[in-house]
């Protein structure tokens, strides 16, 4: 069954610093989404993508992070300067329509840590 | 506000018994809900969603939900859980497009 790939799985960066996030979503499917897990917390969404234009986003997903579908196979998410409360693991996920009636397939994650 | 209640944050349960995961939710319009399970190392598996019509609905690996409208529930069910069920379990509400709300979890420990 086709999956969706994450990589990497595990991103040790210093506070500051730039990080990009690598999803390979299913390739027939055209909604991507971005969500997180901050360690003891809640799965948060983060954003969703389609037809290469941010669908909607949550109050988490402020200047400090975009998204972008570079070609026709990956969907990453870029935090511009990471901060220590970054540090979380982030799921990519797609689905072949941006409705309920079509399952959201997840990654297994990149678990960041922000030193 | 939307929110999801998880009030269990482990449940221990014998390999063979039944389970039951309660999920609450707190949602305005009539919710579409769903159960994920996350293994360890694994990412988020749909087992089952409900959006309208039969309140109990059947998902993946013989897991049941049942959503209660009177009680703002949808309970995950299991008649008899086997060691491969140990995980992390979620609850979610849909409030638009995929923008899930989450519950905190239930960590599913299985007894010998």
């Known amino acids: 069954e086709p999956e969706v790939t994450q990589t990497p799985s595990h991103q040790v960066t210093q506070m500051g610093q730039e990080v990009i996030l690598r999803c390979v979503p299913i390739s027939n499917h055209l909604y991507f989404y971005w969500y997180r897990q901050i360690l003891g917390q809640k799965v948060e969404f983060l954003v969703s993508f389609y037809n290469n234009e941010i669908s909607e986003k949550s109050e988490i997903f402020d200047d400090q992070f975009s998204v972008e579908r570079p070609d026709g196979s990956n969907f990453t998410l870029k935090i511009r300067s990471t901060k220590l409360e970054d540090s979380a693991m982030y799921f990519c996920?797609?689905?072949?329509?941006?409705?309920?009636?079509?399952?959201?397939?997840f990654g297994n994650g990149t678990r960041l840590t922000v030193t | 506000a939307q929110s999801v209640t998880q009030p269990d944050i482990h449940i221990t349960v014998s390999e063979g018994a039944s389970l039951e995961l309660r999920c609450n939710y707190s949602y305005g319009a009539t919710p579409y809900l769903f159960w994920y399970v996350q293994s360890p190392g694994q990412g988020l598996q749909l087992l089952l969603k409900y959006f309208s019509g039969d309140t109990l609905v059947q998902g993946i690996k013989g897991f049941e939900a049942e959503f209660k409208r009177s009680q703002s529930s949808f309970n995950l069910r299991k008649p008899s859980v086997h060691w491969s069920d140990a995980a992390e379990y979620f609850c979610a509400v849909g409030v638009s497009n995929y923008q899930l709300i989450w519950g905190a979890g239930t960590k599913l420990i299985i007894k010998p």
């Open positions: 996920a797609s689905s072949v329509q941006g409705n309920y009636n079509s399952p959201l397939h």
